[in-house]
């Protein structure tokens, strides 16, 4: 049987559609594929598939039936992994859990489900750090606001913990790498696109946008950290470990002049 | 709030507040249901690590640094020569609000030095709470520390508005305490404590008749004990501990590895070193006692006082237990399971669940990510490669760190190469 390439929109409902495609035509020899990561195989034939929420849905509801909700979270956190041929590893997981009877979403001696389970742990350690490592800015408009480069596409694992936690504030996270971000008006909260002026410096406090008590905030909170530090036992090792040094741009307690 | 002062106030008070060691911010629920500002849950969160790689969750700070005890171990005593400073009940709460908006904490640890008296300062600690949570709608964690001798009405009230109290004894002995804090009194730490034990678990019981009993100190109470000041062994230590798990239902026990800070010769000389080894195999043994189901006994005991610092507590049992092993990975209960050196408490559930598809072999209990290296001695599984040795556990530990060229050994313990 010839070689298939279903190219989906990048959403987890599209993937989900593909899903479905493959359990309606019987496909075996099948890769799914991101249109914005697409890469042409030889002697495959491409075919697009058209997101389509109720067959998602169907996927979705199937798969919450036949696994714990743990495990289908892990699904969903795994896709947001962006990683390359993430989508067919899941694949593999879903047709083995629909392929058997009993329930198999543990058998952690299986390859997809093991591979599922440590991608949605790394999802779930960044989505963890953003929840740490976010610093919000009072911008002149009075919004506290925070950018974000994460590695994995965790804007939308977060947006819960944020909303329950300041809803007596203004508030922006945007996701710099997407192009994307969250804002929370004091009643709701939407995904939205901005455009930022060509000066505007992702690292730094400009009073031109932030609040001017912003920079004397930023300030007590840099000399609390260092002031906070027991020299004698100093290990950079485990610092680096636990603050990689990826997130260090963005974090006011690492900003040298402050 | 004058940010010159407030800076200047910041670093003394932070600096002086840093050898307390307690940082969760976890076990509470309280929910953001007023609209308010922020919310405790039950996973607590870590914002920054300082250059010593200790977690930034709470801005930690003391109310004062004015002390009218003299307990040697301690930078806040009154014969030190620092600088003195004290916070305004009002400044604490906008640093704590500031910060708290921006992200940086999970809340505020509001320690003190005594000045005046314990119940004039324990008065207002108590006020910066009932202040962030009354007038700043402030849902997030806060931690008090129970100033020795304050009164049980302060005590009552604190735990209203904290999420943990704690008070901490320093100095896991009386004879230790009477040495190096002359002018503090053993009952005076545990009356406290034994008042919000008594809260906790009166607050308990109402709870269960009248759901709208207020919370009280929902995330308990915690302690620390100094270690390599006063002499102890980690047998005095770690049995003093469990005396106050099980008798003041802690939470948590901190140690905290003694930093000279002083040239009083009744402790050890500025510039010697930390003991941060053996700290981290206190903690260690904390863990197994907490989540492992070993008795304190079985870690350490009048023929086994100390911990070893070259292998960790779970292998140092293992090694003095070998007729327990090697266990069967696809029989062996939870219990056992949890005693294989190597397997963490992540690993016992995931081999429980896989091996209700197939018995597991050495190839799946690698993928699965158990630390090979110790665990090997210890088990036998669907695989025949290791089964018919019959080492003794001097080999076993001569092998074992032979090869222990692991991450763990190198991060969390810098000085192993000490021992090398």
């Known amino acids: ?258 | 709030m004058s940010f010159e002062r407030t800076l200047e106030k910041l670093k003394i008070l932070a600096d002086a507040a840093k050898y307390d060691v307690s940082c969760s911010s976890s076990g509470s629920k309280r929910t953001n249901t007023n609209k308010g500002l922020g919310n405790a849950t039950g996973m607590g969160i870590c914002h920054s690590y300082t250059e010593d790689g200790r977690c930034v969750s709470l801005l930690k700070i003391l109310l004062t640094n004015h002390c009218i005890f003299d307990c040697a171990y301690c930078v806040t005593r009154k014969s030190n020569d620092v600088k003195r400073a004290a916070f305004k009940v009002q400044e604490v709460v906008d640093l704590t609000i500031n910060f708290y908006r921006r992200n940086y904490i999970e809340g505020l640890f509001l320690s003190s030095g005594i000045f005046k008296s314990a119940d004039y300062t324990m008065e207002r600690l108590v006020a910066v709470a009932k202040k962030l949570r009354l007038e700043e709608n402030f849902n997030g964690y806060i931690h008090l520390k129970s100033i020795p001798g304050a009164s049980d009405e302060l005590m009552r009230e604190a735990g209203l508005y904290a999420d943990r109290l704690s008070v901490n004894i320093e100095i896991p002995t009386k004879s230790g305490l009477k040495l190096l804090a002359p002018d503090k009194n053993f009952e005076d730490f545990i009356k406290p404590m034994e008042k919000v034990k008594n809260e906790i678990i009166q607050y308990k019981s109402e709870k269960k008749i009248i759901k709208s009993t207020p919370k009280y100190a929902p995330a308990g109470q915690s302690t620390q004990m100094i270690v390599g000041a006063s002499g102890e062994n980690d047998f005095q230590i770690l049995k003093t501990a469990e005396h106050y798990y099980k008798n003041f239902n802690l939470k948590r026990v901190y140690y905290s590895g003694y930093v000279p800070i002083s040239y009083d010769n009744r402790l050890p000389n500025i510039g010697s070193e930390v003991p941060m080894l053996r700290e981290n195999r206190l903690y260690q043994s904390d863990w197994l006692t907490r989540f492992y189901g070993f008795q304190t006994n079985e870690i350490v005991n009048i023929n086994h006082q100390n911990l070893d610092l070259d292998i960790d507590p779970k292998l140092s049992w293992a090694l003095r237990n070998m007729h327990e092993f090697p266990v069967d990975v696809n029989r062996a209960d939870k219990r056992m399971l949890a005693r294989i050196p190597g397997i963490g408490m992540k690993s016992v559930a995931k081999i429980l669940m896989a091996r209700k598809y197939r018995r597991l072999n050495w190839d799946h209990l690698k993928k699965i990510g158990i630390a090979f290296n110790r665990a090997q001695y210890f088990l036998v599984c669907d695989s025949n490669q290791f089964e018919k040795r019959d080492l003794t556990a001097d080999k076993i530990k001569a092998f074992i760190l032979k090869n222990s060229t692991s991450k763990y050994d190198t991060i969390l313990n810098p000085q192993l190469n000490l021992f090398e």
């Open chain 1, 1 to 258: 049987m010839q070689n298939k390439t279903l190219i989906y929109d990048g959403t987890f409902e599209g993937f989900l559609s593909c899903v479905f495609y493959v359990f309606e035509y019987k496909l075996t020899q099948v890769t799914i594929q991101n249109e914005y990561v697409l890469q042409n195989a030889l002697f495959s034939e491409n075919e697009n598939i058209v997101t389509d929420k109720t067959k998602s849905d169907r996927v979705w509801q199937g798969l919450k039936q036949r696994a714990s909700r743990i495990s289908s979270t892990k699904i969903y956190y795994a896709f947001l992994s962006e990683q390359p041929n993430v989508e067919n590893i899941l694949l593999d997981y879903i047709q083995y859990i629909f392929k058997n009877k009993e329930k198999v979403d543990t058998d952690f001696t299986h390859s997809s489900v093991l591979k599922t389970s440590q991608i949605a742990k790394n999802v779930s350690r960044e989505k963890h750090r953003m929840e740490a490592f976010v610093r919000f800015r009072l911008t002149k408009d009075s919004i506290y606001f925070a950018n974000i480069e994460p590695d994995f596409n965790v804007l939308p694992l977060i947006s819960k913990h944020f909303k329950s936690r300041y809803a007596d504030q203004k508030w922006v996270i945007y996701d710099i790498k997407r192009n994307y971000g969250l804002y929370y008006d004091l009643q709701t909260l939407d995904f939205i696109n901005m455009d930022f002026p060509d000066n505007f410096d992702f690292s730094k406090t400009s009073t031109d946008f932030f609040a001017n008590e912003e920079f004397d905030f930023q300030k007590l909170w840099k000399d609390y950290f260092d002031s906070t530090n027991i020299k004698e036992r100093k290990n950079m090792k485990l610092h680096i470990r636990h603050v990689p040094k990826r997130y260090w741009k963005y974090l006011s307690e690492k900003q040298p002049n402050l």
